[in-house]
């Protein structure tokens, strides 16, 4: 009797501080997932907080009187007129008009400063485009020159430093103030290629190479991954060699990316000769790092099949071929999808396999097709993030958000497409 | 059913590209490959000459000297590059190499020099260095200031434990980590330089004498910053002990807030550097490969426009992004050797 009271006060006594031991370790993992969430919030916070201004692009909006005699040139399309003329002696003469006392050499050089490095070749290209516009006078945007785009963006911002003259930063707070120079949306970032002069950096060309080498990724790893996949769940025989076939998937899927990079080096260009740079060695590459991920996930969606499925079909006489055609294919399809966005999501973000078959590149024309040079997103954002001139500190943020974006919406077709074709039995 | 089959189309279509980039492919960019510490300048040209010209843009890959070099002379043939940069002279063996390959003909193009500068914060006093000195602050190990010929770990803590006429600072110098051209050229030019000063070590035969010059000390006063030369001024403007290592251009672009140490009496000027006064100055460089003259079009135009005093000029938009002309009568002889395609011999190496 007595033994038992004292069971049941030690049950009594140890309960208290069970159940402490029970809220420290819920305390834990709150306190993990708000670990987690407070870095990923200072990281976005981060990126947008630097990235934001990225979005905006500064201009300046001149009146331009297309004098031909200025320019010593009467017609735009010869082309041994257009190599002698001179394109910025309109821009200067527009922009003396604000500042009638700007005579000295020195000064109008850092009058011209103000505006970016390829004013003349715009005023260039749009006379060889519209010939009939010499002599006539012409309201053109041209995008400021970096430094007084950080200035006008970020005057007060104390980790930016300020690189104009005390004149030029005079004639620009003037400028403003007339409303000649304006900031606007950054257009030039979606539809141009990368560039030197951050103005007129832009990540279309980006863009267009992640896109055709995701393709090229795509269609060679989806069908091969889900035809390895059914043919080891479905029809391997189960013996030693396939038990090395799995184990060896599985370690592949753990092979850092780099060596991929190395193999698509030594095979595609050295052994094939294909050439560098392209989206379609790029995402050859990258299929076979992303084939592990594609195989390993569909071989869980097949193996989920309830084998009731299988045996009802087999039942009515439906072949071998027939049952996996038929039944089990589908029924595994969202499973499969969902591993391959996964896999593909993950490939968008490699920039290492990349580095060794030569897609860490300036280019600047945007590809047009799987052979042309192209870089990806990630590169673009590396390559700005490394570049000395203040301008693509904001980009490179901009680039991560645009990045960013991509993933965020790839990931959620992935659960949109789960949600929407899951079956439960 | 029908799921098969898009499975089908799709392979075929995967066969399909693949079979479009046969190896014969013709290409019509100029490919670029090579130093780092030219990649600003050659990409700037690039740009310029994509949009003033009818050419496409060439496309550059930033694999640092040797790695182009070595990308350069694998061979003949459109998946090769055309033309590679480098932060210093082709080497005899990588010549040879080049030979062995089938490169056969090679036109060197010297476009400029740079130097690299040892800068402080414009708050601390200013500093005059000479090369024993910064061998002195930096190896890994120096001979033992007690006397004797023998090599002790690097005990100085304090630049004027050096030499009484240095700042009493504490030694803290951020430069490029081994990767990088600078460091090569710095190791070369500036650590190498002041270790020949001493007899015992210049008496050394070649292996140990090249251990003990380029050995940088590793127990704290040389931080090794990352490739981003930005990081390293940002952080001399914030803590005023901090000495930097880096190019002539970020001197250039932050006068402002940062002074460079004047190396044995010579301050880092554009005159000083391209006449090599400045002890610690190296030559930029292109190469082409005459095999692809005429078969990717533009080459010829685009070496063109580098060597126009446009763009190398006293006045030209290089020298804005920090690149420090050569002088004009050299210019001159170089883009002429350049426009006639002028093979090297070998022996000028």
């Known amino acids: ?425 | 059913m029908i799921k098969l089959k898009t499975a089908l189309t799709t392979v075929a279509l995967a066969g399909s590209i693949a079979a479009v980039s046969s190896p014969a492919m013709a290409r019509d960019t100029i490919s670029i490959v090579g130093s780092s510490t030219v990649y600003p300048f050659a990409t700037v040209v690039a740009e310029r000459f994509g949009r003033d010209t009818d050419f496409p843009t060439p496309k550059l890959e930033s694999t640092g000297s040797g790695g182009g070099l070595k990308l350069f002379c694998e061979g003949v043939g459109t998946q090769h590059p055309d033309i590679t940069n480098a932060s210093r002279r082709m080497k005899k063996s990588e010549f040879d190499n080049c030979q062995a390959n089938g490169v056969k003909d090679i036109t060197e193009v010297r476009i400029g020099a740079d130097g690299i500068v040892m800068a402080n914060s414009k708050e601390a006093p200013k500093m005059d260095l000479s090369l024993e000195q910064i061998f002195l602050a930096l190896a890994k190990e120096v001979p033992d200031p007690d006397g004797g010929d023998k090599l002790v770990a690097n005990p100085y803590e304090n630049w004027n434990e050096i030499d009484s006429s240095l700042p009493d600072m504490e030694i803290s110098v951020m430069g490029p980590p081994p990767t990088s051209g600078t460091r090569d050229a710095f190791v070369e030019l500036a650590m190498e330089g002041g270790c020949k000063e001493f007899e015992m070590i210049a008496d050394m035969d070649g292996d140990q004498f090249e251990t003990v010059c380029h050995s940088m000390r590793e127990d704290g006063p040389f931080i090794e910053a990352g490739e981003n030369d930005n990081l390293i001024v940002q952080r001399l403007t914030r803590d005023e002990e901090t000495v930097g290592i880096f190019g002539y251009s970020f001197l250039m672009e932050n006068s402002g807030q940062i002074q460079a140490a004047t190396i044995n009496g010579v301050e880092p000027t554009p005159e000083n550097i391209s006449s090599d006064k400045y002890p610690v100055a190296r030559s930029l460089w292109f190469y082409i490969k005459h095999d692809h003259v005429g078969v990717v079009p533009g080459i010829q135009e685009y070496v063109a426009e580098f060597t126009s005093e446009g763009t190398w000029g006293d006045n030209g938009y290089l020298g804005d992004v920090g690149l420090i002309p050569l002088p004009r009568e050299e210019r001159m002889e170089i883009a002429k050797r350049a426009k006639d395609l002028e093979p090297m011999t070998g022996n000028e190496l």
């Open chain 1, 1 to 425: 009797m007595s033994n038992q009271s004292s069971q049941a006060e030690i049950v009594r006594n140890s309960l208290k501080r069970r159940y402490r031991k029970e809220r420290r370790f819920r305390l834990y993992g709150i306190l993990a997932i708000f670990l987690a969430l407070g870095s990923l919030f200072v990281l976005f916070a981060d990126i947008i907080n630097k990235g934001h201004s990225g979005f905006v692009k500064t201009t300046v909006s001149l009146e331009i009187n297309l004098d031909s005699e200025m320019m010593y040139l009467d017609d735009p399309t010869d082309k041994d007129q257009v190599s002698q003329a001179d394109f910025v002696a309109p821009v200067i003469a527009s922009l003396q008009e604000y500042f009638p006392d700007v005579e000295s050499e020195a000064e109008i050089k850092q009058l011209g400063r103000l505006l970016g490095n390829y004013a003349a070749s715009e005023i260039r290209d749009l006379l060889r485009d519209n010939p009939d516009l010499l002599d006539t006078t012409q309201t053109i945007d041209f995008l400021a020159h970096d430094r007084v785009s950080t200035y006008v963006k970020h005057a007060d911002n104390p980790s930016y430093s300020i690189k104009l003259s005390e004149k030029q930063q005079e004639w620009v707070d003037e400028l403003v103030e007339q409303g000649v120079i304006s900031t606007s949306f950054n257009d030039v970032l979606f539809s141009r290629g990368d560039s030197r002069e951050p103005a007129n950096a832009g990540i279309l060309g980006a863009i267009m190479g992640s896109l055709f080498t995701m393709l090229v990724t795509l269609v060679i790893s989806f069908p091969v991954g889900i035809a390895a996949a059914v043919y080891l769940e479905e029809f391997a025989p189960q013996n030693k060699f396939t038990d090395f076939i799995e184990v060896n998937i599985n370690n592949l899927a753990a092979v850092p990316s780099i060596i991929f990079g190395l193999l698509g080096l030594a095979v595609f260009i050295n052994l094939f000769g294909m050439p560098r740079s392209v989206p379609l060695v790029g995402g050859m590459v990258l299929a076979l790092m992303t084939l592990p991920t594609i195989i390993i996930s569909s071989r869980a969606a097949i193996k989920s099949v309830p084998p009731s499925i299988r045996e009802a079909a087999e039942g009515v006489g439906a072949s071998k071929m027939q049952v996996v055609m038929h039944h089990v294919i589908p029924l595994a399809m969202p499973g499969m999808l969902t591993g391959s966005i996964i896999g593909m999501a993950q490939a968008l973000g490699e920039t290492a396999p990349l580095l060794l078959i030569g897609m860490v590149a300036f280019i600047v024309d945007v590809p047009e097709g799987f052979v042309d040079s192209a870089t990806v997103l990630p590169v673009q954002v590396y390559l700005w993030a490394s570049a000395s001139e203040q301008g693509f500190v904001e980009l490179a943020s901009a680039g991560i958000m645009v990045l960013l974006t991509f993933m965020i919406s790839m990931n959620a077709l992935a659960i949109w497409l789960r949600k929407r074709l899951e079956r439960r039995w």
